[in-house]
């Protein structure tokens, strides 16, 4: 039955298959890469302030500066 259904499809119905399938995907990736960044963000800035800075210190801020 399987070979039957894939020598049933042309080649533009299996490129539109493909692509319905990249965009739903995308759409997915989309969403779950905002959800980390929601929860990492407010996190990361937890870590910094609970080790004694403030939040809006900058990362490179400590590496940069030179000593006079």
């Known amino acids: 039955m399987r070979i039957k ?3 049933s499809l042309t080649r533009s119905s ?11 995907k995308f759409q997915q990736d989309l969403l779950a890469g905002l959800t980390v960044a929601a929860v ?5 800035l937890a870590f910094g302030v609970a ?7 900058r990362a490179g801020d400590r590496h940069h500066r030179r000593s006079s």
């Open 5 to 7: 259904y894939a020598a």
């Open 14 to 24: 299996l490129q539109r298959r493909v692509l319905w399938i990249f965009i739903c």
């Open 40 to 44: 990492a963000l407010p996190l990361a």
């Open 51 to 57: 080790s004694g800075s403030t939040a809006s210190a």
